[in-house]
């Protein structure tokens, strides 16, 4: 046997042998210490009731990211009742043809102008 295997029966042997369990009097004094720094902790504080709308915003990030939302809900809606030509042309290209949805059931006022 090689030193290193000797090392390495003797740090196994070690290994093997039973843990030894901690002294009742050191058990005490850790449990000592542990009420005292609970004794000494901070109070703690409680969230006040918040409305489901001051909830629903906080979920989202905030008004930052709700401006966001809302700005992104803008120029969707504009984009889709007055797309610009460049849009046409692309669908028309991709599609075939383009296909144009009324904004009425029987476009009654399309034709009222003046």
């Known amino acids: 046997m090689t030193t290193d295997d000797k090392m390495l029966d003797a740090a196994f042997t070690l290994a093997r042998t039973p843990d030894v369990a901690p002294s009742d009097a050191l058990m005490d004094r850790i449990m000592l210490d ?9 109070p703690v504080i409680t969230r006040r009731k918040q409305s489901l709308g001051a909830m629903l915003l ?3 990030g905030g008004w930052p990211t709700f401006s966001g939302l809302a700005a992104a809900t803008v120029a969707g809606f504009w984009i889709g009742v007055a797309p610009p030509v460049a849009l046409s042309d692309l669908s028309a290209g991709i599609w075939g043809a383009t296909i144009e ?7 009654v006022y399309a034709g009222l102008e003046g």
Request: glycine share 6%; hydrophobic share 55%; net charge negative.
């Open 34 to 42: 542990a009420d005292s720094v609970l004794a000494g902790s901070a």
């Open 101 to 107: 949805v009324p904004l009425f059931e029987n476009d």
């Open 58 to 60: 906080d979920v989202i």
